[in-house]
């Protein structure tokens, strides 16, 4: 069932003009993108030829949840017409390898930054989902260039340790390992009640294929994790030029209303941050609210280049 499932998206996100690519990062590192057909061109000798992008560029970050096209489907098939989408896989995630043992935000984010400028991207917009959104917040701090418009969906600027421990204390878990990488069925439902506002009524059989063919790359993963929050001695505000947009579920359990605007005033200067809230919506809210979670993401991308505080409500 979750492989039918894989495939029907991989065939919607072909449907909506995308292909999938492989991009070399460096030897050992591959990145797999999921491009705009309309950006690539074969030569007669069989080579690819980029092509510049004619419309507004949007990358989709995903986080934990799986791989890009499962994360972000519902969004390809909103934007693809108005914007030239790019969905990479995270190192570790879908079809993106690498044989270096650097579990770092900022290597995710250094080889995102380097495949985009490999495909011809010179302008976007970056939208990352939780842990995709610490990563486009390091691209849209090391590359301002690059990053036109910044939105963190259900995300928060990357974490302290400090910052970790309290969240894993209020969620009643060790460590995040335990929250998005369950072992088993009771784990895997005790993680579908933190991130969903309603649990789906999914039948055991369904968990156990989930548990099969969701979690692969296991150990490296742990790894990302265990890296993800930065030492506190280490943590430094984030130097970012560009306005933040966060688009979150309101009833989301991992990063609460209170945590961003938490890590707005600890992190952010105020007026450079843009919260907007997506009702009776959890932590995938864009997968919980697709229709209500687009509206506004649409009018967040539309107005990118504003400026000033504010608050949006759907």
């Excluded at 993108?33 to 690819?48: D, M, Y």
């Excluded at 995710?108 to 991207?121: F, K, N, P, R, T």
């Excluded at 010179?122 to 842990?131: A, H, I, Q, R, W």
């Excluded at 590359?143 to 969620?171: A, H, N, Y």
């Amino acid at each position: 069932m979750i492989r039918i499932l894989k495939n029907v998206i991989h065939v919607l996100m072909k449907f909506a003009g995308l292909r999938p690519q492989i991009v070399e990062v460096e030897p050992g590192t591959k990145l797999h993108f999921w491009v705009p057909t309309e950006t690539i061109n074969k030569t007669n000798g069989g080579q690819n030829e980029l092509i510049p992008p004619r419309k507004p560029v949007v990358v989709l970050i995903h986080g934990f949840a799986e791989d890009g096209a499962i994360t972000w489907i519902p969004q390809v098939l909103a934007l693809a017409g108005k914007y030239t989408v790019y969905v990479p896989d995270l190192l570790f995630f879908g079809g993106s390898i690498s044989d270096k043992a650097n579990w770092t935000i900022e290597f995710q984010a250094q080889c995102v930054a380097s495949s985009l400028e490999q495909l011809g991207v010179e302008k976007c917009t970056l939208v990352g989902f939780s842990y995709g959104g610490f990563v486009s917040m390091k691209i849209a701090e090391s590359q301002p260039e690059l990053v036109q418009g910044l939105v963190l969906s259900d995300s928060i600027p990357p974490m302290d340790e400090t910052t970790s421990r309290g969240l894993l204390k209020r969620l009643g878990f060790k460590s995040w390992s335990d929250v998005v990488l369950p072992t088993s069925v009771k784990e895997a439902k005790l993680s579908f009640v933190v991130v969903c506002h309603r649990r789906p009524p999914i039948p055991h059989l369904i968990y156990r294929q989930y548990l099969k063919t969701m979690f692969n790359n296991r150990e490296q993963k742990a790894e990302l994790l265990h890296a993800m929050a930065i030492k506190d001695s280490e943590h430094k505000r984030p130097k970012i030029t560009q306005k933040v947009h966060f688009l979150a579920g309101e009833e989301d359990n991992i990063f609460s209303p209170e945590d961003i605007y938490n890590a707005i005033k600890r992190e952010l200067e105020e007026a450079k941050a843009e919260v907007h809230y997506v009702k009776k919506a959890s932590h995938y809210a864009q997968l919980e609210r697709p229709f209500a979670y687009n509206k506004i993401l649409k009018h967040i991308l539309a107005s990118v280049q504003q400026d000033g505080p504010g608050r949006r409500n759907d």
